[in-house]
């Protein structure tokens, strides 16, 4: 049966960028909610400091938690072979820090949507640089996810392999026991995909998922298009919502996953009103995992 694990998507200016809340004060929130682990990020301000990472990881497992799964943001579709080279490094920091915490998987992503790059040229940086990082993954034990993602926080151009066609393109470019799929069924609508539509395509592939909902607070798709690339990181009109009440539709989506026999981590990407929401949404989801996960 599938698991359910949060991710502070309300606090990320706090807890990577002001500073204005500590990690260990994340942990202490989160654990008022019925979940069974927290997702991390790897840029979290204390995290740069490695004496860290054993301390908050002793301190999520005192709340009788895990650390599942590590959300980072490596940019692999620049045009610089170095500034590639550093970012491969940077990932296999990044899966360091999931082993240290006693995770399994750790995010990778294509890069930016950078306006000079081809498809098939951005595939196969993309393809590339995750292939450099997969031994060094299978030695740690962690399974690299690549996510259907929309844009970092931090980023000023949308992600390269966004578009369905393009993200299957790149899933279907590298095999290796230690790579697959985070799915993020809102992250498809932004591209202009039907979710559902994707998820049959590579469901077979999905380990992990993201769990959210997405409301556009204003305009259309079309006016997301436009202000995407003009602001670093998400659009003015976007919004995540309460898991549930917005596009997506869950049963679809578990009907599928629980037909492919998943049973992997689905983590949370909500609580952006406040953690009253956010508990609404687990409770949410565990109705919805025991249904068709009996």
Known sequence: MPRIAAFPKAFMQALCKDGTMSVSEWIHLASALEIDGLEWYAEFLEMA?????????????????CIPMMCCSPDFTHPDATFRAHEIAKQKRWIDMTHALGGSYCRVLSGQRRPELSIDEGVSLAAGCIGSCLPYAEEKCVVLIL????????????????????????VDAIDHPYFGVNYDPSNAFLAGDDPLVLLRRISHRVVTMHASDRFLIEGTLDDLRREESDSVGYAKRLRHGEIGKGLN????????LSRKGFDG??????????????????????KKVAEYWP
């Open 249 to 256: 539709d869950y049963d679809a989506i578990f009907s599928e």
């Open 49 to 65: 400091d490695e004496t860290n990472w054993p301390r908050f990881r002793q301190e999520v497992e005192v709340t009788g938690r």
């Open 265 to 286: 981590w689905i983590s949370i990407e909500d609580g952006v009103d406040g953690m009253e929401q956010l508990a609404r949404s687990v409770a949410f989801l565990r």
């Open 147 to 170: 996510e259907n993602h929309y844009k970092d926080d931090f980023w000023s151009y949308p992600e390269f392999a966004q578009k369905m066609d393009v993200f299957c393109q790149l």
